[in-house]
């Protein structure tokens, strides 16, 4: 059973930066991407930048040129680096562990896995 879970949250002004970090324990088998979302009260759930065991990555356009996903391997150890943040950034920010393909473009789910997803950290960008 895979857990993750996520740190590096806080509180901070407009054009600065923060690093999200998320610890995953267990087993990876079968795990093909991981990623970063983040939720807003009332709004959707909205994927932020994923990364492919392939070193793909991909990026929200509200957040490409200022953050940045890695992995640390050895470590287990999702990271996001956010910088020049924006108060549209404030959100709880969640790891996830998903098994998808891509092709044609697109990256497909498989339905028959189920997600996993970790407890969320709170990013609030302001003055």
């Known amino acids: 059973q895979v857990q993750l879970v996520e740190s590096g949250g806080g509180r901070v002004e407009p054009g600065k930066s923060l690093k999200l970090s998320c610890v995953a324990s267990g087993s990876l088998a079968g795990i093909t991407v991981l990623g970063w979302y983040r939720q807003v009260p009332g709004h959707e759930r909205e994927l932020v930048a994923q990364?492919?065991?392939?070193?793909?990555?991909d990026y929200s356009d509200s957040v490409k040129g200022r953050f940045s996903i890695s992995r640390d391997t050895t470590k287990n150890i999702l990271y996001l680096q956010m910088d020049s943040l924006m108060p549209e950034d404030t959100a709880t920010y969640y790891c996830?562990?998903?098994?998808?393909?891509?092709?044609?473009?697109?990256?497909?789910?498989?339905?028959?896995?189920?997600?996993?997803w970790g407890q969320g950290t709170l990013v609030t960008v302001s003055s």
């Open positions: 996830n562990a998903d098994r998808q393909t891509y092709y044609r473009g697109s990256w497909h789910r498989d339905r028959d896995f189920v997600a996993i």
């Open positions: 990364l492919a065991g392939s070193g793909r990555a």
